[in-house]
């Protein structure tokens, strides 16, 4: 049994060495992956819940490792945040975003998620501004998703940023809202163009009237603050009928697509040839 134990505890010394150097093995990579053209970018739709109509599409990064195949953001979005590398990571993601949006024969907005780290940044509005001009795409068809998270750090700098930033007609989007600290005072302080509401509220709709009750109220809010709400986490037409139930005004998940790489959106997104 000693022996068991000892076994045990070596193995859980050993695996937390290899996850210390795993991630900085990681590190080392990231700031190469935009270089050696690893990165890719997937697309994933969002719809108006009653016409079913498309709105637009978030993008999502991918990183295709030589060695350890794909990793999910998951992974490694944490240690680029923690190495410095999510800032060329962050611009080349925006970049690729907004040059692809610009080529698309239709007003779609593109959705791109905002590190803390950026925003920390005190050059990320003149970065956004810039991107606009050399790439011609309009600025009401971008759109920045950030987290609560984002802005619990310097607060009045984060919400000057972000005054910029809305100054140029770029909207800015609540993620995952419902599962930080300060829900209310951060939607009282910020200036908010969408709510999207954390796909947790989503698998337990049909199961939990409680996470029901707090789609409710959310909604209730949007309304009051004129904020459209969008749903994360959509799988089934079971919720989607619910969202339509409630009143809920754009959604995103499986159900309505996955991300998938541009030229699999290329026939919804490309210039239409009919005169
Ligand atoms: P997020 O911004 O909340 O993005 C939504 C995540 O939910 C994505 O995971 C998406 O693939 C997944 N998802 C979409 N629909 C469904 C569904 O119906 N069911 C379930 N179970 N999941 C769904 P993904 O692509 O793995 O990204 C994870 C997180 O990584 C993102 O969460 C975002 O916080 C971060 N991330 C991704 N790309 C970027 C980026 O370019 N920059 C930054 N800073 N963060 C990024
Ligand atoms: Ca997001
Ligand atoms: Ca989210
Ligand atoms: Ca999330």
Not at 182 to 204: G, H, N, V, W, Y
Request: proline share 4%; net charge negative; hydrophobic share 40%.
């Amino acid at each position: 049994a000693k022996d068991a134990l000892t076994e045990t505890v070596c193995f859980y010394e050993v695996s937390m060495d290899e996850a210390a150097r795993s991630r900085r093995l990681i590190a080392n990579d990231l700031w190469q992956a935009v270089e050696r053209r690893e990165l890719q970018l997937h697309y994933q739709v969002q719809k108006a819940v009653n016409s079913g109509e498309t709105l637009g599409y978030e993008v999502l990064l991918r990183w295709h490792h030589p060695v350890r195949g794909t990793i999910p953001p998951s992974e490694f979005i944490p240690i680029a945040e923690a190495c410095g590398a999510i800032l060329p990571i962050g611009e080349w993601v925006l970049r690729e975003a907004c040059r692809e949006a610009a080529t698309w024969g239709n007003d779609y907005k593109i959705a791109v998620n905002l590190s803390p780290v950026q925003l920390g940044n005190a050059d990320v509005a003149d970065l956004v501004h810039r991107v606009l001009l050399e790439t011609g795409l309009s600025p009401r068809r971008l759109e920045l998703e950030i987290t609560e998270s984002t802005i619990i750090g310097d607060k009045e700098r984060a919400l000057n940023t972000l005054r910029r930033i809305k100054a140029f007609g770029v909207t800015i989007a609540i993620d995952d809202f419902g599962t930080g600290y300060s829900s209310l005072e951060t939607l009282r302080a910020f200036p908010f163009d969408k709510i999207k509401l954390d796909r947790s509220f989503m698998s337990e709709v049909e199961a939990s009237p409680e996470a029901k009750a707090i789609i409710r109220a959310i909604l209730a809010l949007g309304q009051t603050l004129r904020v459209p709400v969008l749903a994360e986490g959509v799988e089934t037409r079971s919720q989607l009928d619910i969202l339509l139930d409630e009143g809920c005004d754009e959604a995103q998940g499986y159900f309505l697509g996955r991300p998938v790489p541009v030229e699999r959106i290329r026939v919804d997104t490309e210039k239409s040839e009919a005169a």
